[in-house]
Structures are given as C-alpha cells and as structure tokens.
C-alpha cells in the first residue's frame, strides 16, 4: 500500500477552500432554538434582541449572575449567531485584563424583527 507524502492531499481533496465549497449549498434557513424566557439564558437573549452589547458587570447587574459566557455559550449551541468582543477590563476589575463583550449579529435581529411584524 503506497503511503500519502505528508505534503500531499489524497485524490479527491483538492484543497478547495471552505469558501468556495459553500457556494456549492444553499444556506440552511435562520432558525435557533428559542430558550425560556424564565431563564437567564433567555434573559440574555431579550437584551440582545433589543440591540444590547453586555460585558459580565452588566450581565451581572440585571441577572445577578456572573455565568455570562455560560448563557452566551448556551445561545451560540442553539443556533444564534453571538459575536464575543474582547475589552479593556481594566475599568471594571482596577487591573490590566480582557473582558468579553457579547452582542448578537445584525442579521438575527433583523430576522426576528422582520418576522414579529
């Protein structure tokens, strides 16, 4: 059995790019998973919906949580398309670090607000 050289692709795998592949399917339609609204997960995604960007102390001060990333994390697995920012912390901790800022792509927002009406 011949051995592939490292540097090689296989036949059949013409190094074609992920881009271009995709030009080949039609996207699939918008449709996350809508979570409880009794939930902070659901909590996070109201803000967002309303065009909210939020960082933990935010998050934190309407939901009383410091598990942002969690819910952001939880969102993301259920179909929405959040963008995580990094920032300045200092601000919000006294010391020089990054904080994550999370806010929902443009194109969800729309397809929400296009639908409710």
Same mark, same amino acid.
């Given at each position: 059995? =011949?051995?592939? #050289? $490292? /540097? =090689? $692709? *296989? &036949? !059949?795998?013409? !190094?074609?790019? %992920?881009?271009?592949?995709? =030009?080949?399917? %039609?996207? *699939? *339609? ?5 979570? /409880? /609204?009794?939930? @902070? &997960? ?7 919906? %309303?065009?909210?960007?939020? /960082?933990? #102390?935010?998050?934190?001060?309407? &939901?009383?949580?410091?598990?942002? &990333? ?16 990094? =920032?300045?912390? @200092? *601000?919000?901790? !006294? ?9 929902? %792509? #443009?194109?969800?927002? $729309?397809?929400? $607000? !296009?639908?409710?009406?």
């Amino acid at each position: 059995m =011949e051995r592939t #050289p $490292k /540097n =090689e $692709k *296989p &036949a !059949g795998q013409g !190094g074609q790019s %992920e881009a271009a592949q995709q =030009e080949l399917f %039609e996207q *699939p *339609p918008f449709s996350p998973v809508w979570p /409880n /609204n009794a939930t @902070k &997960a659901g909590q996070l995604l109201a803000a967002l919906l %309303e065009g909210a960007t939020l /960082n933990h #102390p935010e998050f934190g001060s309407i &939901a009383r949580t410091w598990r942002l &990333a969690a819910y952001a994390h939880t969102l993301k697995r259920k179909g929405w398309h959040v963008r995580t920012l990094t =920032e300045d912390g @200092k *601000p919000w901790t !006294g010391k020089a670090c990054g904080i994550a800022r999370y806010s929902l %792509e #443009p194109s969800d927002i $729309k397809a929400v $607000k !296009g639908a409710s009406a």
